[in-house]
């Protein structure tokens, strides 16, 4: 796979409260694979301030871990089956959050990788959401999966 890729990044957010919370970005990116991990480098734009943030996502086999500097400051660690917490800090202040993994999958093809990772995520050491991320990355000239 070509180093510069597109990413479409989807995420679900469920909670007793709120009800699910749908987000997707679709994104220029990217991507490197070495010693056995792959690696995605892309930035997202807050629309408030204008800022970016640049976000790493590292994924190997039921491990993944997502880093974001910018806006917003946070290292979450996904292990299957282990919890995890990390300071999630943003303009308004910081909060500590759990990250509760049940899956992390790689799903490697010839022209296209996927990610998917499911975790229960705490604020401030209570349950507050049900989560799902997925993540397809496809060479900028392939086609790119809209429907999920």
């Not at 919370?21 to 220029?28: F, G, M, N, R, V």
């Not at 800022?51 to 996904?78: S, W, Y």
């Not at 909060?95 to 799903?107: N, S």
């Amino acid at each position: 796979m070509t180093k510069e890729v597109i990413a479409v990044i989807r995420g679900l957010h469920f909670s007793m409260e709120d009800g699910a919370d749908k987000i997707e970005t679709i994104t220029a990116a990217e991507y490197f694979c070495r010693g056995g991990c792959h690696y995605l480098v892309y930035e997202d734009l807050d629309e408030g301030s204008g800022k970016t943030t640049r976000n790493l996502l590292k994924c190997r086999p039921q491990a993944a871990e997502l880093t974001r500097k910018g806006v917003i400051d946070v290292h979450m660690v996904f292990e299957e089956h282990k919890k995890n917490v990390a300071r999630y800090t943003t303009p308004f202040g910081s909060v500590m959050i759990g990250i509760d993994t049940t899956r992390v999958d790689i799903d490697e093809q010839q022209e296209k990788i996927r990610f998917s990772i499911d975790y229960v995520l705490e604020i401030n050491y209570e349950q507050f959401a049900n989560c799902s991320i997925s993540v397809e990355i496809s060479e900028k000239n392939a086609g790119i999966d809209l429907a999920g």
